[in-house]
Nanobody, 127 residues
Framework: QVQLVESGGGLVQPGRSLRLSCTAS????????????MSWYRQALGKERELVAS????????NYAESVKGRFTISRDNAKNTVDLQMNSLKPEDTAVYYC????????????????WGQGTQVTVSS
């Protein structure tokens, strides 16, 4: 089964930068890492989990939440089975647990979505 492990979280001051990494493993030949769309989600205390950034399986297309657009950058390395989130100009409202997500759709033998999550890493932005 696919396993995702996040790293790089911690305590930073507002305006500083932080880089999160997600290392994936357990893929099959049929559904290799390079077939998965990858995303970073976050969940702040008392709030619902929200999508922060996503990147397609090939890395051709990225999407960002409006609140992080221009500050965060998602990237992936299919040779290393990793996806990163570069976070610049961090704000206190970025404080949350950040989760790595892997998702792939199968159309045979029937339509099915495979969806995997990491354990999360804490990011705290405070002075």
């Amino acid at each position: 089964q696919v396993q995702l492990v996040e790293s790089g979280g911690g305590l930073v001051q507002p305006g500083r930068s932080l880089r999160l990494s997600c290392t994936a493993s357990g893929f099959t030949s049929r559904f290799a890492f390079s077939r998965y769309d990858m995303s970073w989600y976050r969940q702040a205390l008392g709030k619902e989990r929200e999508l922060v950034a996503s990147i397609t399986s090939t890395g051709d297309t990225t999407n960002y939440a409006e609140s992080v657009k221009g500050r965060f950058t998602i990237s992936r390395d299919n040779a290393k089975n990793t996806v990163d989130l570069q976070m610049n100009s961090l704000k206190p409202e970025d404080t949350a647990v950040y989760y790595c997500n892997a998702r792939v759709r199968s159309r045979w033998p029937d339509p099915r979505m495979y969806d995997y999550w990491g354990q999360g890493t804490q990011v705290t932005v405070s002075s």
